[in-house]
């Protein structure tokens, strides 16, 4: 999620936003040591289905953690929590460009 750092009386503060669809836009790295190349997945992937690509991972097999293969995803309606409601993705609005102030 985007982060935001905010200042609150004397210290800084990280906080997380959760407005815009920008916000839930973050790339998944995985570093592994047995790793044989680079593959980019260019498919959005949800969250939420993030435990059955960890179980995936670390060779976990169970009967709940089947049917979602998290690093070959097929196109799918994402769904984020804003900290109140599960929403589509797309409902959310972009993020307004931040524009240089003009040097007069």
Same mark, same amino acid.
């Given at each position: 999620?985007g982060?935001?750092?905010?200042?609150?009386?004397?210290a800084?503060?990280?906080?997380q936003?959760?407005?815009?669809?920008?916000d839930?836009e973050?790339?998944f790295?995985m570093?592994?040591?047995d790793s044989?190349?680079?593959? /980019?997945?260019k498919?959005p992937?949800?969250a939420f $289905?993030?435990?059955y690509?960890f179980? %995936?991972w670390?060779g976990?097999? !169970?009967?709940?953690l089947?049917g979602?293969?998290?690093?070959?995803?097929?196109k799918?309606?994402? /769904?984020?929590f804003?900290?109140?409601n599960?929403? $589509?993705?797309?409902?959310?609005?972009? %993020?307004?460009?931040k524009?240089? !102030?003009?040097v007069?």
């Amino acid at each position: 999620m985007g982060l935001l750092i905010m200042r609150i009386l004397t210290a800084y503060h990280c906080i997380q936003n959760n407005l815009y669809k920008q916000d839930y836009e973050i790339p998944f790295i995985m570093f592994s040591s047995d790793s044989q190349k680079v593959e /980019k997945i260019k498919t959005p992937q949800s969250a939420f $289905n993030f435990v059955y690509g960890f179980a %995936d991972w670390m060779g976990i097999k !169970e009967k709940h953690l089947q049917g979602v293969d998290f690093f070959h995803p097929e196109k799918q309606e994402i /769904k984020v929590f804003d900290w109140n409601n599960v929403v $589509n993705v797309k409902e959310l609005a972009d %993020d307004p460009a931040k524009l240089p !102030e003009t040097v007069q």
